[in-house]
């Protein structure tokens, strides 16, 4: 089973920077396409950036392009997300999980697997 835990989330003005890290436990991180995952407030999950299992295929959500930069270290297990010019549509609980590459949809790697606790990311003036 993949266990993820995000941080790195927190209150930044419009046009401000946040960086996003995911840790991943276990020996199975470089075995899965992974990504983030925006649940803005009343809304469901929402592919951001998934990437392949070498880190050089990517893909990212229309909203994010040129502004988001995902990114991994197999050996560290862990998962980036860099997030500039942000928008006060950004706003939500980030989450990292598994991801379908083409769809962008989460992937479960196990039956009892779901959402982490994710991490905060509030822009506002």
């Known amino acids: 089973q993949l266990q993820l835990v995000e941080s790195g989330g927190g209150l930044v003005q419009p046009g401000g920077s946040l960086n996003l890290s995911c840790t991943a436990y276990g020996s199975t991180f470089a075995y899965y396409p992974v990504g983030w995952f925006q649940q803005a407030p009343g809304k469901d999950h929402k592919g951001v950036a998934c990437?392949?299992?070498?880190?050089?295929?990517?893909k990212y959500a229309d909203s994010v392009k040129g502004r988001f930069t995902v990114s991994r270290d197999n050996e560290k297990k862990m998962l980036y997300l860099q997030m500039k010019s942000l928008k006060l549509e950004d706003t939500g609980v980030y989450y990292c999980a598994a991801c379908h590459l083409e769809t962008m949809e989460a992937m479960w790697t196990s039956e009892n697997e779901s959402w982490g606790q994710g991490t905060q990311v509030t822009v506002a003036l």
């Open positions: 990437l392949d299992t070498s880190g050089r295929s990517t």
